[in-house]
């Protein structure tokens, strides 16, 4: 069993900031590429930004400059660090991780439930 959880969504008010959490659990032997992606309602789902295993990053265009992207392979987590929020940002965030199961040495794509984000004008 696999399991991500995100934490640390909420309201904010424009221009301020707001740190997400994705915590990876369960039958894990290595994590390759971690991201966030995020939905607005009546939106498609994008992607927000993602690190690779070595810590190489890229991010949306619409949040580059704002947001950062890391992660702590011991605690095996994902953060978000959103600063100079816009209303626009507004969305449920959710973190994807491609993840090697231990002992079946296969991989698999997982999905967090996802947190929401408010940002008021």
């Known amino acids: 069993q696999v399991q991500l959880v995100e934490s640390g969504g909420g309201l904010v008010q424009a221009g301020g900031s707001l740190r997400l959490s994705c915590a990876a659990s369960?039958?894990?032997?290595?994590?390759?590429?971690m991201a966030w992606y995020r939905q607005a309602p009546g939106k498609q789902r994008e992607l927000v930004g993602s690190?690779?295993?070595?810590?190489?990053?890229n991010y949306a265009d619409s949040v580059k400059g704002r947001f950062t992207i890391s992660r702590d392979n011991a605690k095996k987590t994902v953060y978000l660090q959103m600063n100079s929020l816009k209303p626009e940002d507004t969305a449920v965030y959710y973190c994807?991780?491609?993840?090697?199961?231990?002992?079946?040495?296969?991989?698999?794509?997982?999905w967090g439930q996802g947190t929401q984000v408010t940002v008021s004008s």
């Open positions: 994807n991780a491609e993840i090697m199961r231990r002992y079946t040495a296969t991989w698999g794509n997982y």
């Open positions: 690190i690779t295993s070595g810590g190489r990053t």
């Open positions: 369960g039958n894990i032997f290595s994590i390759d590429t």
